[in-house]
Structure formats: structure tokens, C-alpha cells
């Protein structure tokens, strides 16, 4: 999605691939269809982003997926947490239906064109528990891989 956009967009996304503490990836077979970071600050305190799904796959429960396994990476005795996220004006209702709330209106990022809108939402010990529930009746394997350079960047 970010391949035909100038070159300050390409930089402004590798910046924040850079600062991701962990990158999901939603693979069917040997296909990735999706993908999802999930950035660790302190306090507490966690950024969404990155979410993508290849759009042949789109509502097709892979988002809803990814957002939920991205949660069942997380302590429920380390609860709460506070998430945020940059939405699309488009995405906000399914962030909603995730249990986000729009806090910040959106407003065009003359960079890439597109209207932002800042959410937010706790993620309690309850939450997590219900993400695990979630991909266990799916069948939603989390394998965690820590490559080389991710060695260093423990949760």
C-alpha cells in the first residue's frame, strides 16, 4: 500500500517499523495475508498500528483476528494497559467494535492523504482473557519467532 507513495512516506513508515516492538503476521499456509504491530511504551502503555490485510481478504475476520492475538501476547497480571491507535476515518468502526473510542477527530495528514482520527481504550486482565478464549475456539496458533534483532527487545 505504501509502495507507489513519495519517498517521505516510505521514510515516515520505516520509522515506525524501526520502533515496533513486535510485528504480527497472519500467514494461511505460506501466505501472509495480513499483518499488525503493537508498540510498547511506558506505563502501561500500548500503540496499535500497522494493521493491514491484503484486500481480497478484507472483512474476512483477519483484522479482528490480529487484534485479538496482539492482546493475548499480553500479561493479564501486568493489567490494565492503555492502547491507542492512529485510525482511519474508514477503520474507526471497527475499531469501535473493538472496544476503541475516538478521542481526537480526524484530521487530513497532508503526508499521506489520509484523514487520522486518535483512539483509545483500557485493556484489563478480562479483555485478555477473552482474546485468549477468542483464538483458542478459532484455532488461532501465536508462534512467536524472535529473530536476531528482536533478541534484545523483550516485553
Known amino acids: 500500500e505504501f509502495s507507489d507513495r513519495p519517498k517521505e512516506v516510505r521514510e515516515w513508515k520505516a520509522g515506525i517499523e524501526a520502533n515496533l516492538s513486535m510485528m504480527l503476521v497472519f500467514l494461511e499456509g505460506s501466505h501472509g495475508l495480513g499483518c499488525a504491530g503493537l508498540q510498547f511504551h511506558r506505563n502501561k502503555r500500548l500503540i496499535f498500528h500497522s494493521d493491514l490485510v491484503a484486500p481480497s481478504r478484507r472483512r474476512s475476520g483477519i483484522g479482528k483476528a490480529l487484534f485479538f492475538a496482539r492482546l493475548c501476547l499480553l500479561d493479564g497480571a501486568e493489567a490494565p494497559y492503555q492502547g491507542g491507535l492512529l485510525a482511519i476515518d474508514r477503520n474507526i468502526p471497527f475499531y469501535e467494535k473493538c472496544g476503541f473510542r475516538l478521542v481526537k477527530e480526524p484530521e487530513t495528514d497532508h503526508l ?41 527487545k523483550a516485553m
Request: aromatic share 8%.
Open 112 to 152: 499521506l492523504g489520509w484523514r487520522l482520527g486518535w483512539m483509545e481504550r483500557d485493556i484489563s486482565d478480562r479483555d485478555i482473557e477473552d482474546a485468549k478464549i477468542y483464538c483458542d475456539t478459532r484455532g488461532i496458533t501465536i508462534a512467536v519467532d524472535q529473530g536476531p534483532d528482536m533478541a534484545d
